[in-house]
């Protein structure tokens, strides 16, 4: 029986970075407004002083490429489509400092 391994963050998220051509059938999350919104989440993070606890995280394609933008947050899973500045801002202070789930953010994502 083997034990839980302890973890780095106490929670990670990983924003899909991936940058397609314009007109790509697939669009992608850096075309869709990710790449800007992961500098906001960085420094807000750094501002908040969770860049300790938080782990940020670009990615390539994270597979549901219709959702973009898309971020996940583990250890819950919950992916979130994040739109706005004040979207990331709600994600860091309730999500990944307070730990309450944004549901209005929140995907559910079926393959
Ligand atoms: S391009 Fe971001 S999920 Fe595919």
Not at 61 to 78: D, H, K, N, R, W
Request: charged letters at 20%; a neutral charge.
């Amino acid at each position: 029986m083997s034990e839980a391994l302890p973890q780095v963050f106490k929670r990670h998220v990983f924003m899909c970075l991936t940058q397609r051509p314009p007109g790509h059938p697939h669009g992608s999350c850096g075309a869709a407004g990710n790449a800007k919104l992961f500098e906001l989440m960085k420094a807000r993070l750094e501002v908040l002083g969770l860049g300790g606890d938080i782990g940020l995280t670009s990615t390539g394609c994270l597979g549901f490429c219709a959702a973009q933008p898309l971020m996940v947050v583990y250890p819950e899973g919950v992916w979130y489509r994040p739109r706005t500045p004040e979207d990331v801002e709600e994600i860091v202070t309730t999500h990944l400092r307070e730990g309450q789930i944004v549901e209005r953010l929140a995907m559910v994502l079926t393959r």
